[in-house]
T-cell receptor
Framework: GENVEQHPSTLSVQEGDSAVIKCTYS??????FPWYKQELGKRPQLIID?????GEKKDQRIAVTLNKTAKHFSLHITETQPEDSAVYFC??????????????FGAGTRLAVHP | KAGVTQTPRYLIKTRGQQVTLSCSPI?????VSWYQQTPGQGLQFLFE???????NKGNFPGRFSGRQFSNSRSEMNVSTLELGDSALYLC??????????????????FGPGTRLTVL
């Protein structure tokens, strides 16, 4: 079945460093890849998303890259700040079988940014 | 606009009971999806409703069901509760599928969740 693997499960960085989280998906027909940030006790919130017709997308300190051939996509956070500390989830959806709203999530990465 | 709301926020039930959770989407959103979040299994898709019809379904047993009303509010029901059903149940609403909305509006907005504990 559909599967999304996410690595690492935990990531600890110093403030100002970069953080990279990687995901691999199994369904080659997936073409929508959002990233969600979930702070402790709060709801997941979309931070960036990418569609398969685009290889890279940036929004200030956050960027996502997509390699459709290898079926993997990555989240890059530059100049990390303590408020970036949270759990980050990648997800994928295949509109032809489940629509954009059937998101298959990775297991999450707990990012800790130390001052 | 008000965000996605869910009621109740916390529930404690015993094995064998049933439970109904409610989700009110953002005004204008017609798609409501439900997810189960647990420490062991992460975020798992339960089902999606659009215009009162179930449009997609995840790999959960038939004890999990849902419905959507004409005002887009949605409910999910879990019958014959098991200990393993203890989880945070999140709903999310989206503009995807609404006529006139540009095709790039895929974002799902999550509610705060209902924390269900089964004893």
């Amino acid at each position: 079945g559909e599967n999304v693997e996410q690595h690492p499960s935990t990531l600890s960085v110093q403030e100002g460093d970069s953080a990279v989280i990687k995901c691999t998906y199994s369904d080659s027909a997936s073409n929508y890849f959002p990233w969600y940030k979930q702070e402790l006790g709060k709801r997941p919130q979309l931070i960036i998303d990418i569609r398969s017709n685009v290889g890279e997308k940036k929004d200030q300190r956050i960027a996502v890259t997509l390699n459709k051939t290898a079926k993997h996509f990555s989240l890059h956070i530059t100049e990390t700040q303590p408020e970036d500390s949270a759990v980050y989830f990648c997800a994928a959806s295949n509109p032809s079988t489940g629509g954009y709203n059937k998101l298959i999530f990775g297991a999450g990465t707990r990012l800790a940014v130390h001052p | 606009k008000a965000g996605v709301t869910q009621t109740p926020r916390y529930l404690i039930k015993t094995r064998g009971q049933q439970v109904t959770l409610s989700c009110s989407p953002i005004s204008g959103h017609r798609s409501v999806s439900w997810y189960q979040q647990t420490p062991g299994q992460g975020l798992q898709f339960l089902f999606e409703y659009f215009s009162e019809t179930q449009r997609n379904k995840g790999n959960f047993p038939g004890r999990f069901s849902g419905r959507q009303f004409s005002n887009s509010r949605s409910e999910m029901n879990v019958s014959t509760l098991e200990l393993g059903d203890s989880a945070l149940y999140l709903c999310a609403s989206s503009l995807a599928g609404v006529a006139g909305v540009r095709s790039g509006s895929y974002e799902q907005f999550f509610g705060p969740g209902t924390r269900l504990t089964v004893l």
